[in-house]
């Protein structure tokens, strides 16, 4: 049965004036009210200090290796330094976060194509081993897969 709106409007209007019953429940429920008030909910004791730390970490050593390539002219073996630490880097943090949950699933296909962005800069730098362009490149796509890893497990908004 559809009401129409005046209709509607009078139901709501009786319903409003007839407030001669009163509606108590079944027992009384202050107590409990009182009780859930007076708690102080528990801060979580989870720690994330280490995925805060290991994200500050990479960037600090990104970051100076990118310095050290832009202002010390850049030795043939740094690409092959930056890629080893790195490597040491993305490898402690997929052993960090191996059991935990991922936030999307298509993470890695995302590592995938940074990892096949890095073979091409690589592949670049066989060519031109002493571009700075080139290891700055190399040095944000190491970067990326760094963020995107510590971003996929440990997003800010769980932080908080």
Do not use: R
Not at 42 to 51: E, G, I, L
Not at 77 to 95: G, H, I, N, R
């Amino acid at each position: 049965m559809k009401m129409s709106k005046p209709d509607f409007d009078t139901f709501l209007a009786e319903s409003i004036n007839n407030t001669d019953s009163d509606i108590t429940p079944q027992k009384d429920l202050w107590p409990g009210i009182e009780k859930a008030l007076a708690q102080v909910p528990k801060p979580q004791t989870k720690s994330v200090t280490w995925p805060k730390l290991a994200g500050v970490a990479a960037c600090s050593v990104v970051a100076l290796l990118s310095v050290q390539l832009l202002f010390s002219g850049s030795e043939p073996a740094t690409s092959v330094v930056m890629s080893d630490y790195f490597t040491q880097q993305k490898q402690t943090l997929l052993v960090q976060y191996q059991n935990q949950p991922a936030l999307t699933d298509n993470w890695q296909q995302q590592l995938t194509e940074l990892e096949n962005a890095e073979e091409a800069i690589k592949q670049a730098l066989n060519n031109e081993p002493e571009n700075p362009a080139l290891l700055k490149m190399l040095a944000q796509v190491y970067q990326q897969q760094l963020d995107l890893i510590n971003k996929v497990h440990a997003p800010k908004w769980q932080q908080i």
